[in-house]
Protein backbone atom coordinates (compact mmCIF):
# COMPACT_ATOMS: atom_id res chain seq x y z
CA UNK A 1 0.00 0.00 0.00
CA UNK A 2 1.34 3.28 -0.63
CA UNK A 3 0.42 6.70 -0.22
CA UNK A 4 1.43 9.86 -2.18
CA UNK A 5 0.24 13.59 -0.65
CA UNK A 6 0.84 16.93 -1.95
CA UNK A 7 -0.89 19.95 -2.34
CA UNK A 8 1.09 21.69 0.47
CA UNK A 9 2.63 25.30 0.04
CA UNK A 10 3.05 28.64 1.48
CA UNK A 11 -0.48 30.28 1.88
CA UNK A 12 -1.33 33.96 3.56
CA UNK A 13 -3.38 33.66 6.82
CA UNK A 14 -6.93 33.29 5.27
CA UNK A 15 -6.26 31.62 2.31
CA UNK A 16 -6.72 28.23 1.56
CA UNK A 17 -4.82 24.69 0.23
CA UNK A 18 -6.62 21.70 -1.03
CA UNK A 19 -4.07 18.64 -0.04
CA UNK A 20 -4.69 15.66 -2.34
CA UNK A 21 -3.17 12.09 -1.23
CA UNK A 22 -3.35 9.19 -3.98
CA UNK A 23 -3.34 5.93 -2.64
CA UNK A 24 -2.81 2.44 -4.45
CA UNK A 25 -2.68 -1.21 -3.19
CA UNK A 26 -6.01 -1.31 -1.75
CA UNK A 27 -9.68 -0.50 -2.34
CA UNK A 28 -10.15 3.35 -0.58
CA UNK A 29 -13.63 3.02 -0.57
CA UNK A 30 -13.52 0.37 2.51
CA UNK A 31 -11.15 2.02 4.28
CA UNK A 32 -10.47 4.76 7.37
CA UNK A 33 -8.96 7.62 5.86
CA UNK A 34 -7.51 10.37 8.08
CA UNK A 35 -5.29 13.25 7.76
CA UNK A 36 -2.94 14.06 10.30
CA UNK A 37 -0.29 17.08 11.16
CA UNK A 38 2.67 17.41 12.84
CA UNK A 39 4.17 21.26 13.72
CA UNK A 40 7.96 21.86 14.97
CA UNK A 41 8.35 20.81 18.31
CA UNK A 42 4.55 19.14 18.92
CA UNK A 43 3.05 15.85 18.69
CA UNK A 44 1.21 14.84 15.75
CA UNK A 45 -2.30 14.99 15.85
CA UNK A 46 -5.33 14.23 13.94
CA UNK A 47 -6.77 16.81 11.97
CA UNK A 48 -9.79 14.96 10.83
CA UNK A 49 -11.17 10.83 9.94
CA UNK A 50 -13.70 8.93 8.79
CA UNK A 51 -14.20 5.91 10.43
CA UNK A 52 -15.56 2.85 8.93
CA UNK A 53 -17.69 1.63 11.83
CA UNK A 54 -19.97 3.90 11.85
CA UNK A 55 -19.08 5.97 8.33
CA UNK A 56 -19.02 9.17 10.85
CA UNK A 57 -16.92 11.80 10.04
CA UNK A 58 -14.41 13.45 12.60
CA UNK A 59 -12.55 16.88 12.95
CA UNK A 60 -10.52 18.18 15.63
CA UNK A 61 -12.03 21.35 17.48
CA UNK A 62 -9.13 23.85 16.19
CA UNK A 63 -10.38 23.17 12.50
CA UNK A 64 -14.19 22.21 13.13
CA UNK A 65 -15.96 24.54 10.18
CA UNK A 66 -13.05 25.29 8.17
CA UNK A 67 -11.52 22.28 7.34
CA UNK A 68 -13.16 19.40 5.07
CA UNK A 69 -11.90 15.71 4.16
CA UNK A 70 -13.41 13.74 1.14
CA UNK A 71 -12.38 11.35 -1.35
CA UNK A 72 -13.03 10.20 -4.57
CA UNK A 73 -13.17 5.96 -4.68
CA UNK A 74 -12.80 5.95 -7.85
CA UNK A 75 -9.75 7.58 -8.06
CA UNK A 76 -8.27 6.01 -5.25
CA UNK A 77 -8.07 9.97 -3.67
CA UNK A 78 -8.30 11.38 -0.27
CA UNK A 79 -8.46 15.17 -0.26
CA UNK A 80 -8.51 17.65 2.54
CA UNK A 81 -9.99 21.16 1.68
CA UNK A 82 -8.54 23.95 4.10
CA UNK A 83 -10.08 27.45 4.51
CA UNK A 84 -9.64 30.19 6.43
CA UNK A 85 -6.12 29.33 6.92
CA UNK A 86 -4.16 30.46 10.03
CA UNK A 87 -0.85 30.72 11.13
CA UNK A 88 -1.36 27.71 13.62
CA UNK A 89 -2.23 25.83 10.94
CA UNK A 90 1.75 25.26 9.64
CA UNK A 91 2.57 22.02 9.97
CA UNK A 92 3.73 18.77 7.86
CA UNK A 93 0.32 17.07 6.92
CA UNK A 94 0.53 13.71 6.87
CA UNK A 95 -2.26 11.25 5.04
CA UNK A 96 -3.52 7.83 6.17
CA UNK A 97 -5.59 4.77 5.85
CA UNK A 98 -6.71 1.46 7.45
CA UNK A 99 -8.50 -1.67 5.95
CA UNK A 100 -10.00 -2.74 9.31
CA UNK A 101 -13.99 -2.22 9.18
CA UNK A 102 -14.52 -1.63 12.38
CA UNK A 103 -12.05 1.36 12.99
CA UNK A 104 -12.99 4.29 15.29
CA UNK A 105 -11.21 7.19 14.45
CA UNK A 106 -12.24 8.21 18.27
CA UNK A 107 -10.95 5.36 19.60
CA UNK A 108 -7.09 5.94 20.73
CA UNK A 109 -6.25 1.46 20.35
CA UNK A 110 -7.23 2.38 16.48
CA UNK A 111 -3.92 3.51 14.75
CA UNK A 112 -3.51 4.06 11.04
CA UNK A 113 -1.39 1.19 9.54
CA UNK A 114 -0.90 2.91 6.21
CA UNK A 115 1.21 6.06 6.26
CA UNK A 116 2.20 8.68 3.34
CA UNK A 117 4.94 10.75 3.44
CA UNK A 118 4.06 14.38 4.51
CA UNK A 119 3.33 17.84 2.54
CA UNK A 120 4.21 20.96 4.20
CA UNK A 121 1.70 23.61 4.89
CA UNK A 122 2.92 27.26 5.87
CA UNK A 123 0.75 30.16 6.58
CA UNK A 124 2.38 33.24 6.86
CA UNK A 125 2.22 36.68 5.34
Known amino acids: VQLQASGGGLVQPGGSLRLSCVTSGLTLRYAAIGWFRQAPGKEREGVSC????????NYADSVKGRFSISRDDAKNTMYLQMNSLKPEDTAVYFC???????????????????WGRGTQVTVSS
Open 96 to 114: ATDPRHDFDCRDPYYIMKH
Open 50 to 57: ISTNDGST
